[in-house]
């Protein structure tokens, strides 16, 4: 159930690949950035609405972890993290162009409705039960994303540790742990699913939003 989420909190450049496709250097600390609660929304088959006015929005497949309790120094991620699920973080790359140019935060690029569209949440066991098998993106039926959390550039304990430090981690805060290579745009129309181990675990269709 997609209740009693708080802070989105998001990691940025988080696959050397990724980083490397855009153009970006590769971070030597995390790079967090944050959504509002409000862009959350099910991925469950429905049809996603995203603005169709302000130039490309593109895709960003990623495992998302669920915070269980408080934050305290020195938490093993399998005591703090209660459950994963799997999110598609959406990027109006045009407007995110140009307030990088500027300066100005990520804000508009990336917390505008329905940004931020999640699976439903599962267990959380262990970190190495994640890392056996791979995560992917199709679009229209071709796979256009592959990942897997062992190639981040942080680990999911090197996240939470950064995050919880220097901004605070409490029950039902969430994290987008980042994106592998392979982002692009989808337009209305597209359908995209994601997929884990191999199975479908949802998917959805783009419409157009003003």
């Known amino acids: 159930m997609l209740t009693n989420i708080r802070n989105v909190y998001c990691v940025g450049r988080n696959y050397k690949l990724h980083a490397e496709e855009l153009g970006n250097a590769v971070p030597d600390e995390p790079m967090i950035f944050m959504k509002p609660s409000h862009a ?11 603005p169709s006015t ?5 895709y960003e497949a990623e495992l998302v972890i669920r915070i269980g309790q408080n934050y ?17 973080d959406f990027t109006l790359r045009d407007v ?6 500027k300066g100005h935060p990520w804000t508009a690029a990336k917390g505008f409705k329905n940004s931020a569209p999640i699976t439903e949440f599962q267990a959380f066991t262990d970190v190495d039960s994640l890392q056996k098998a791979d995560f992917t993106l199709n679009k229209n039926g071709e ?27 409490g029950e039902g805060d969430i ?17 995209l699913e994601l997929t884990w181990n191999g199975e479908s675990v949802s998917q959805c269709t783009i419409v157009a939003a003003n």
Not at 79 to 86: E, K, P, R, S
Not at 175 to 191: C, K, L, N, R, W
């Open 40 to 50: 959350v929304v099910p991925l469950n088959g429905e049809a996603i609405a995203l």
């Open 54 to 58: 302000q130039g490309e929005v593109h």
């Open 72 to 88: 305290q120094p020195g938490i093993s991620i399998v005591n703090l993290v209660d459950a994963y699920a799997f999110g598609i």
């Open 96 to 101: 995110q162009s140009v307030i990088k140019k």
């Open 143 to 169: 796979e256009v994303q592959r990942g897997n959390i062992r190639n981040m550039i942080f680990d999911l304990q090197t996240i939470v540790d950064y995050v919880g430090q220097h901004y605070g981690l």
């Open 175 to 191: 994290i987008f742990t980042g994106t592998p290579e392979g982002v692009g745009s989808t337009v209305a129309g597209d359908v």
